[in-house]
């Protein structure tokens, strides 16, 4: 028999990008225990304070509801989990599910006959029912759809984006059972004021996110590649978009480097799944080889224009202006500025990466990288505009090339400054 939407006692396993914001939307209306194992991050969020900035102040305060945990016995007094952790791939493009496989050994630990697990991860079709439902069953002695039930509803957080929220953004459900599935709708209705769309199954809820975001990623490798022709030609890309965009039906994508959380690891997981199906993905596998090639591609740009200027590379000094995956947000997730960095340091370049949004900490942890705090004037051979920050565009030209020497390169990948006030553009 399943609960009552009243009954629902709910806590949100994973309190980063997509958890936090479920949390404090739910712990508005309901109580709510968030759970995540880092206590730095249940310390900071006690303390009222997001560093993701993807929830203000005010927001936390709001959600009156809301209590914060990193004891996973706490989590014994809830019935329904929503379990929101990374779903990142490992070094060799592979899906590393282990974030996912202990959340669900936290919550099978817990559960009790009747309750609900609901998973918000990205991931393969049938990873919920093939990878963590077994996890769940094995920890907590249930027998699935008939000791515990699970759904499926895929996250659509957009870091930095201040127009789609977690509100409006409409939300995909789905449930292991006919009951579930309606019981989960009904939840996240509380919540979501566009509405939502139940999917008749959990695999199609997990197949229409990771499509979602390789669609971008095949449109994204399109602009890319036509990119690379215009530059062979001499002609400005910017341009061509420009005058194709006039066309009502004209997709507005834009060239640069693909990384984040999303765009560029979602197909791989779709390719993974269609390889142990017995299909080799021919358009994925293309167009995650060109996107990941495009900060090789951007450095060999940027060499050949100082060789032709006689401006000398090795031990040349270069400023990197953005590492975080997107422009006006902290999120540094598999950023592919990093390529561009590794590129240039094959090149025995000394680098300096300048990004006033980034937490100097976390670029530490993540990449061992200290970005400094200022650029210093007139001591740069070349600099590469990576992230369209509005701290960026309000420099201007003049003030970004204040940083570099008499004679050196600025390349705008972003398309920040107009194209008579830079030497290389995508």
């Known amino acids: 028999m399943i609960m009552e939407l009243s009954s629902i006692k709910l806590a949100v396993v994973g309190l980063g990008y997509v958890g936090l914001p479920l949390a404090v939307e739910f712990g508005k209306k309901r109580s709510v225990v968030g759970f995540d194992i880092n206590s730095k991050r249940v310390a900071e969020l006690k303390s009222g304070h997001d560093h993701t900035l993807e929830t203000e102040p005010n927001e936390l305060q709001q959600a009156k509801h809301l209590t914060y945990t990193t004891n996973p016995e706490d989590l014994r007094t809830c019935n329904c989990f929503i379990v929101a952790v990374p779903t990142p791939v490992d070094s060799s493009n592979r899906p590393d599910l282990s974030p996912l496989i202990k959340a669900s050994e936290t919550v099978g630990k817990v559960l009790n006959h009747g309750d609900i697990v609901i998973y918000e991860s990205t991931v393969y079709p049938g990873a919920t029912e093939d990878d963590c439902v077994p996890v769940l069953e094995k920890f907590s002695g249930l027998k699935f759809n008939q000791g515990f039930y699970a759904g499926f509803s895929p996250e659509r ?63 994204i490798a399109i602009i890319n590649e036509l990119a690379i022709i215009f530059n062979r030609l001499g002609i400005d890309t910017e341009a061509v978009l420009q005058a194709a965009g006039t066309k009502w039906n004209f997709l507005n994508f834009r060239p640069g480097l693909v990384g984040g959380h999303c765009i560029g690891i979602d197909p791989y997981y779709l390719k993974h799944k269609a390889q142990a199906a017995g299909y080799h993905p021919e358009i994925i596998s293309a167009v995650r080889r060109l996107n990941d090639g495009m900060g090789a591609y ?8 100082m060789t032709k200027r006689r401006i000398h590379v090795d031990a040349s000094r270069i400023l990197i202006m953005g590492l975080t995956f997107k422009e006006n947000c902290p999120d540094l997730r598999n950023t592919r500025v990093i390529d561009i960095l ?52 309000n420099m201007g030209a003049d003030g970004i090339h204040a940083f570099g020497k008499t004679q050196h390169i600025l390349y705008d990948l972003k398309y920040v400054l107009p194209a008579e006030a830079v030497d290389l553009r995508l």
Not at 202 to 212: G, R, S
Request: proline fraction near 6%; include cysteine; aromatic fraction near 6%.
């Open 298 to 305: 951007v450095v060999s740009q940027f060499v050949k224009e």
């Open 157 to 219: 957080i957009n870091p930095g984006d201040k127009e789609h929220r977690l509100t409006t953004i409409k939300k995909v459900t789905s449930g292991s059972t006919k009951e579930a599935a309606h019981l989960i709708d009904a939840l996240y209705n509380e919540i979501i004021t566009v509405g939502t769309h139940m999917a008749p199954s959990i695999k199609v809820a997990e197949a229409c996110k990771v499509i979602e975001n390789t669609q971008r990623d095949v449109n």
């Open 342 to 393: 590794k590129e240039l340091k094959e090149y025995n370049c000394q680098v300096d990466i300048y990004d006033p949004w980034v937490d100097p900490l976390v670029a530490k942890h993540e990449y061992a990288i200290t970005p400094i705090k200022m650029p210093p004037q007139g001591v740069y051979d070349g600099i590469i505009i990576t992230v369209a920050h509005q701290q960026f565009k």
